[in-house]
């Protein structure tokens, strides 16, 4: 089961910034938070990670809580190519090579 | 790199017929995941490979599913015999682990029709 919970649909003007939300209250402390997106009828792709510190990268940045029970994924210019379902994974460090589980997302739509 | 490559995608196939689908994995990776896509539910796991070696295929439904790496570069899944039931998009993504490396990719999956 997923140890996430992000609300299932959010909206947002283009070229604002987008703030998706998740708590994972059960964090322990050797996991990691991911975010991944699907683009409608594409593979899940994947944005970025953080595991207490905030984090950036050319997609997005990650802000994760002092108690690491929640994070927000921030889109800081949305655009139409972003509207997606966004998941949010706890995971353990390093763990490549295990499966991801996967929640119910949030179905992201970025209105012009 | 050509990412992880799917076969077919689209499949569109008769009940009770043998349904195969395809992946390569992206080159030098070494673990490998089949996952389904369903609107009830979700994303889930069928089943990976570490090393061309099945580790975890508790999530394949039944034993109508099976799935195989015989090398590194190549996985089929199996359905025989398809039910309506298996009407899923089916995922395949391969990874790379090792020290700072934490993505999985993802192909652009089999949309699969069983009528």
């Known amino acids: 089961d997923a140890k996430t919970t992000q609300p299932p649909s959010m909206d947002c003007a283009e070229g604002r910034a987008a703030n998706l939300p998740c708590n994972h209250s059960t964090i322990s402390g050797n996991e990691y938070v991911y975010w991944y997106r699907q683009i409608h009828s594409q593979g899940p792709q994947y944005i970025i990670h953080g595991l207490k510190n905030n984090e950036t990268n050319e997609m997005a940045s990650l802000i994760i809580t002092e108690d690491r029970k929640s994070s927000t994924l921030i889109l800081p210019h949305a655009t139409l190519r972003d509207t997606a379902v966004y998941y949010c994974?706890?995971?353990?460090?390093?763990?490549?090579?295990?499966?991801?589980?996967f929640g119910k997302g949030t179905r992201l739509s970025v209105i012009a | 790199d050509a990412g992880v490559i799917q076969s077919p995608r689209h499949e569109v196939t008769e009940m009770g017929q043998e349904v195969t689908l395809r992946c390569k994995p992206i080159s030098g990776h070494n673990s490998l995941f089949w996952y389904r896509q369903t609107m009830m539910r979700g994303l889930e796991l069928l089943i990976y490979f570490n090393n061309n070696v099945p580790i975890d295929d508790s999530g394949m439904p039944e034993d109508r599913f099976s799935a195989k790496m015989p090398n590194a570069s190549f996985s089929t899944l199996k359905i025989q015999p398809s039910e309506p039931r298996d009407s899923a998009v089916y995922f395949c993504?391969?990874?790379?682990?090792?020290?700072?490396?934490?993505?999985?990719?993802f192909g652009p999956g089999t949309r699969l029709t069983v009528t």
């Open positions: 993504a391969s990874s790379l682990p090792g020290r700072g490396i934490h993505e999985q990719y």
């Open positions: 994974i706890v995971r353990v460090a390093n763990s490549g090579n295990t499966p991801l589980v």
